[in-house]
């Protein structure tokens, strides 16, 4: 049985802690926050489930194997670190850290200790994101051309991280995960409505070496709540749609052909296919629960989790350079 502590009950700690109690493999032995509210309310709901607000007490614990850390960004590393080092697995909420050079650190001190550190980019384990990246990776799909996301909604703004950090990072794990292809460049562009506040509207845009191109925009100032993405492929195109309570995911048989004319080169004729649209079936289980259990057989079989240390690094190393991009309007960023 994996002992789990959790750390930070704020918004993603509850469901945290639930879905470790979801997991047959695992057991949560302690909460820790600093609202005294909050810990009481985890001892209304989990009566056997020690409280504190010292995160030194769960890494001081040895019944505790593992550690979830679900607080502000930048906490992430002080705990990540000071939970490795007291020999704990550790389970960190997105961004990974607020730098690539904090990312770094943890990748190697758990690396040096053997231990699992797992990223919670929680969309890599939905059935609709794993759906989209087996038909990606079927021959009926066609070379990918393009992604396009758009995740915007009204807040909840952030005051420690911009637009980009909090709501694009969604994005640019599914991308990551489902695409064989990794961005060479970015290009963003956003800004503030709050003063001395981080920007809470910004578009960001992908390139790829081999002519693909990926766009994200991200809004907390959004008055309706979207959540859809497109992915074009040659053959087949699909609209990934979480919002949708059923059929997520729809592929659709469309696209165009391009023919030259033998008689002049610089003659292109386009022609459009429209063929048959589909949902398929995706597992409904809920992410963080598979994500839960990956972690717990990760550490149990001495395996590297689907989302490491490493796919964290390079989403903060792209939204790093995505920050510079934006404080130069929008020049592109060698990655």
Not at 43 to 58: C, Q, S
Request: aromatic fraction near 8%; hydrophobic fraction near 40%.
């Amino acid at each position: 049985m994996l002992g789990v502590g959790v750390i930070g009950y704020g918004y993603w700690g509850p469901n945290l802690v639930r879905n470790f109690f979801a997991d047959t493999g695992s057991k949560v032995l302690a909460v820790c926050d600093r609202s005294p509210e909050r810990l009481a309310e985890v001892g209304r709901l989990y009566p056997g489930v020690a409280t504190t607000t010292d995160p030194a007490e769960l890494f001081r614990n040895p019944q505790i194997d593992a550690v979830a850390i679900a607080t502000p960004v930048a906490t992430h590393f002080q705990l990540a670190m000071d939970a490795l080092r007291a020999g704990k697995h550790v389970l960190v909420e997105k961004p990974i850290a607020s730098t690539s050079s904090e990312a770094a650190q943890m990748i190697d001190e758990a690396a040096r200790r053997d231990l699992v550190l797992l990223v919670d980019h929680t969309f890599v384990f939905t059935g609709a994101v794993n759906k989209i990246r087996e038909v990606m990776r079927d021959e009926s799909f066609g070379r990918l051309q393009y992604y396009d996301s758009t995740r915007v909604n009204l807040g909840l703004f952030q005051h420690d991280v911009n637009v980009m950090w909090d709501l694009a990072v969604h994005d640019l794990s599914i991308m990551a995960y489902v695409m064989e292809s990794h961005p060479v460049g970015v290009s963003a562009t956003g800004l503030s409505h709050v003063p001395n506040q981080p920007a809470n509207l910004a578009f960001l845009t992908c390139f790829f070496a081999d002519n693909i191109i990926a766009h994200i925009n991200v809004n907390w100032l959004s008055p309706v709540k979207i959540r859809r993405t497109l992915v074009g492929g040659s053959k087949r195109m699909i609209v990934y749609d979480d919002l949708e309570t059923s059929e997520k995911v729809k592929i659709y048989d469309k696209g165009i052909t391009v023919t030259e004319t033998p008689d002049d080169i610089r003659k292109l004729l386009i022609s459009y296919r429209t063929g048959d649209l589909w949902s398929p079936k995706v597992n409904e289980t809920e992410a963080l629960r598979l994500e839960a259990t990956h972690f717990r057989k990760c550490i149990e079989k001495k395996e590297k989790p689907i989302t490491p240390g490493e796919a964290g690094l390079a989403i903060v190393k792209l939204l790093e350079a995505a920050d510079e991009s934006m404080k130069r309007r929008g020049e592109a960023i060698t990655i």
